[in-house]
């Protein structure tokens, strides 16, 4: 048996290889009906529910993504390495000032939070711009 790719069979390495094209033939597809559609969803995101939808269905078989599947699964960590070194070579930096980021990280989530429900609570009573001056009479 021809071996190929770390010593797996050529017959696993064409499945491999079928699963991350049907991975990025979901993926571009996704993108393509975010992109069609405007829809608020990320077009990835996007491919991910149609691969899910295709797995249910039955249209893609899980035997022809589950090797591929596997394998990133099995390197994720790498997919994380660039992260790592950036941290790693700002690391004085965060030991210098982490408690200054870490507070503003802090307060500008709160205040993200907070401009975000009220403006859908102002969206939610319908009002306009002049009505925001009323308060709620």
């Known amino acids: 048996m021809e071996t190929c790719f770390g010593g797996r ?14 991975f990025l033939f979901m993926q571009a597809l996704g993108e393509f009906i975010t992109r069609a ?7 990835n995101l996007t491919g991910l529910l149609l691969l899910f939808l295709s797995l249910v269905l039955g249209i893609v078989k899980l035997e022809q993504v589950e090797d591929a599947a596997n394998l990133l699964l099995d390197n994720m960590m790498s997919f994380f390495i660039p ?6 070579t700002i690391l004085p930096l965060l030991k210098k000032e982490g408690m200054q980021v870490l507070i503003t990280l802090l307060a500008t989530t709160v205040l993200v939070m ?22 709620n009479a």
Not at 83 to 88: A, D, E, H, P, S
Request: aromatic content about 4%; cysteine-free; glycine content about 14%.
């Open 83 to 88: 992260l790592n070194v950036g941290l790693i």
């Open 37 to 43: 559609t405007h829809l608020i969803l990320p077009g």
């Open 9 to 22: 069979s050529l017959k696993k390495t064409v499945q491999v290889f079928e699963g991350l094209a049907i």
């Open 114 to 135: 907070v401009v975000t429900a009220k403006v859908i609570e102002f969206m939610d009573k319908g009002g306009t711009a002049g009505d925001a001056d009323k308060g």
